[in-house]
């Protein structure tokens, strides 16, 4: 099977998760707590059921934040890598920014890298998606799909940041101020997120924290990719998916690719500052 046909594989799972997902949205939802402390509904079970039903006929690995890893996936040359609901806590408090997101990672080496990724966010119907060589695109309900490109400002005070609307921290609000940046962007799911830098909304989002894993950058980071942005963790390293651990530890850095490693450096300074 061809990527492309892989692809469109993706996103009719990704749509057809999502919207049943969807079915729990306007419904009292029941929550539960994972051994981190972070939620989980049924609509993320779900999910996560028929991502796996609907791939599991490719001889591909798969690791989901919902299932449990049993490791077969570590000789796999291409890996499916899965956030069934991204943004829980935006489906619970219904802020429409929660997505499904898919991401297939292969082998190249010691080094596995995102082929393409998918984020759909049902509650809007609208799908991001991106192959590795063949761009970035976005589709809104049944129109037609839009290629996505990163914006161009070479002017800091035209710049937005996005935020996060449920674990903000002082960093953003610091680099804010330091780059003289023009807006505050609040939003939800890390996929939601990334996909506005990509589409040429935003220009920066970060999570300095460990508390991001690789379902959470892999799908996003093939979008931006192919957009023209650049995605690293805090370091300014690349991501290598499918490790033992998928923590990551360094947090993730999204931007639309100019004044990266200048981001970076400013990032540096305050965390040395409170350290």
């Given at each position: 099977?061809?990527?492309?046909?892989?692809?469109?594989?993706?996103?009719?799972?990704?749509?057809?998760?999502?919207?049943?997902?969807?079915?729990?949205?306007?419904?009292?939802?029941?929550?539960?707590?994972?051994?981190?402390?972070?939620?989980?509904?049924?609509?993320?079970?779900?999910?996560?059921?028929?991502?796996?039903?609907?791939?599991?006929?490719?001889?591909?690995?798969?690791?989901?934040?919902?299932?449990?890893?049993?490791?077969?996936?570590?000789?796999?040359?291409?890996?499916?890598?899965?956030?069934?609901?991204?943004?829980?806590?935006?489906?619970?408090?219904?802020?429409?920014?929660?997505?499904?997101?898919?991401?297939?990672?292969?082998?190249?080496?010691?080094?596995?890298?995102?082929?393409?990724?998918?984020?759909?966010?049902?509650?809007r119907d609208v799908?991001?998606?991106?192959?590795?060589?063949?761009?970035?695109?976005?589709?809104?309900?049944?129109?037609?799909?839009?290629?996505?490109?990163?914006?161009?400002?070479?002017?800091?005070?035209?710049?937005?940041?996005?935020?996060?609307?449920f674990h903000g921290?002082?960093?953003?609000?610091?680099?804010?101020?330091?780059?003289?940046?023009?807006?505050?962007?609040?939003?939800?799911?890390?996929?939601?997120?990334?996909?506005?830098?990509?589409?040429?909304?935003?220009?920066?989002?970060?999570?300095?924290?460990?508390?991001?894993?690789?379902?959470?950058?892999?799908?996003?980071?093939?979008?931006?990719?192919?957009?023209?942005?650049?995605?690293?963790?805090?370091?300014g390293r690349f991501?290598?998916?499918?490790?033992?651990?998928?923590?990551?530890?360094?947090?993730?850095?999204?931007?639309?690719?100019?004044?990266?490693?200048?981001?970076?450096?400013?990032?540096?300074?305050?965390?040395?500052?409170?350290?």
């Open positions: 099977m061809k990527d492309k046909e892989i692809l469109n594989r993706a996103i009719k799972t990704a749509q057809k998760a999502g919207q049943a997902a969807l079915s729990f949205y306007n419904s009292e939802v029941e929550v539960e707590q994972k051994s981190d402390n972070s939620p989980i509904t049924q609509a993320d079970k779900e999910s996560n059921r028929i991502i796996i039903e609907e791939l599991k006929d490719f001889d591909y690995g798969i690791l989901s934040e919902e299932k449990e890893d049993d490791k077969t996936r570590s000789d796999k040359d291409r890996v499916w890598i899965i956030d069934p609901l991204d943004g829980t806590k935006d489906f619970i408090h219904q802020t429409d920014e929660f997505a499904v997101m898919i991401g297939l990672v292969e082998r190249s080496g010691k080094i596995y890298r995102p082929v393409l990724g998918v984020v759909y966010v049902p509650a799908v991001y998606y991106g192959l590795d060589g063949q761009g970035a695109y976005v589709q809104k309900g049944d129109e037609e799909p839009e290629k996505l490109g990163v914006s161009q400002h070479d002017d800091p005070s035209q710049c937005r940041i996005v935020v996060s609307r921290s002082d960093l953003e609000e610091k680099v804010f101020q330091s780059l003289g940046l023009k807006e505050k962007v609040p939003c939800g799911s890390v996929g939601v997120k990334v996909s506005k830098i990509a589409s040429g909304e935003a220009e920066l989002n970060f999570n300095p924290s460990d508390k991001t894993w690789e379902w959470d950058v892999c799908a996003p980071e093939a979008i931006l990719r192919e957009a023209g942005g650049t995605l690293t963790d805090m370091d991501f290598n998916y499918n490790k033992e651990d998928p923590r990551n530890y360094r947090g993730y850095l999204a931007t639309f690719g100019e004044g990266h490693n200048r981001i970076i450096e400013e990032l540096e300074k305050y965390e040395k500052d409170q350290s």
